[in-house]
């Protein structure tokens, strides 16, 4: 596996891969890898000649009063993970190498970020889009893979591969889960023996809106009103958003009929959580389950 700090020789090592005829499949990540990650990469494995990891922790994705200093790394323990999928090829720029001196251009996706974590994280989707921008720049590659943990993150993604006409085709991959079923999260790293089980409320509540969702729920709102029963539940769980919204326009959901986005963000302790689940049987199969 090589490892590669600078934009210049990890462009080098993709138009070489592309010469050949090699199709390249991405994974951008910031590290601390888990399972998730090397769901993706697996997969990037799989459909793929080529494959490229990135880890960077991007500065320009944290808000002031965020975690960027004490946000966890391992670079070591990452790369014998990756090895372990047999990636090919990681870049890890540090930030001077993505932002140098003088760097001025933004790449924002305006509708899809102002909701949800848009709201109670300004600034943060424009850092994750430019970034993305740059690393398929750098990396060329045919296949990118994200994972549906960050579902507005995917979507903003995908805005901007069509609406900059990126060559490039993102795969959207499903969210894994500790057996128990908290969402992998570099971030678990920083719950207590407490707070991890405290933590649990997020996917039980998911859980218990999928479940209305199935069986008696007349409106969106509904969803959004049982999953918040649910996180009210646990005194250590402090809300930031329960929404119902159209898994593709992200805007509040009207109707059950079409996919609806449950997603919910939530402070365990001081630490931000997220988590969401995407609810789209139709009106045909959820009568059938009622009958
Ligand atoms: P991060 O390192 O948190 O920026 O995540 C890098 C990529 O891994 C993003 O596409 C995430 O959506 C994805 N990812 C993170 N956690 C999970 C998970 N539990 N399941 C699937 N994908 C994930």
Redesign the pocket.
């Known amino acids: 596996m090589e490892i590669i700090n600078s934009a210049r020789e990890m462009t080098l090592y993709s138009e070489a891969a592309r010469m050949r005829g090699a199709r390249i499949g991405f ?11 090397l ?2 990469m697996r997969e990037a494995r799989r459909r793929a000649d080529v494959v490229i990891a990135s880890v960077f922790v991007n500065p320009t994705q944290f808000g002031p009063n965020e975690d960027l200093a004490k946000y966890p790394r391992n670079f070591e323990r990452d790369c014998a993970m990756m090895e372990t999928v047999a990636v090919d090829a990681v870049y890890a720029p540090d930030a001077a190498e993505m932002y140098p001196p003088g760097a001025q251009t933004w790449v924002e996706v305006t509708e899809l970020t102002r909701g949800l974590c848009g709201r109670s994280r300004p600034g943060h989707f424009r850092g994750v889009t430019t970034v993305v921008a740059k690393l398929f720049n750098i990396t060329k590659p045919h296949l990118a ?6 579902f507005q ?2 979507r903003a993604i995908e805005r901007m591969v069509a609406d900059l006409n990126f060559d490039v085709e993102i795969v959207p ?5 500790e057996a128990d079923g908290l ?5 678990n790293a920083y719950l207590d023996p407490h707070e991890r089980k405290q933590a649990l409320a997020l996917s039980r509540a998911l859980m218990v809106a999928r479940e209305k969702y199935l069986w008696d729920a007349r409106t969106p709102a509904d969803l959004a009103a049982a999953a918040r029963a649910v996180l009210e539940q646990n005194e250590a769980v402090k809300i930031e958003y329960v929404e119902a919204v159209d898994a593709e326009t992200l805007e509040a959901a009207v109707s059950l009929e079409r996919p609806i986005l449950l997603a919910i963000a939530a402070r365990v302790g001081n630490t931000r959580l997220i988590d969401n689940i995407v609810l789209r049987a139709s009106a045909v199969s959820r009568e059938r389950l009622r009958a």
Do not use: C, N, Y
């Open positions: 994974v951008p990540t910031m590290g601390f890898l888990h399972e998730g990650h769901s993706l893979f994200f994972g549906e943990k960050d993150q995917l991959m499903p969210i894994v889960r969402a992998m999260s570099s971030r």
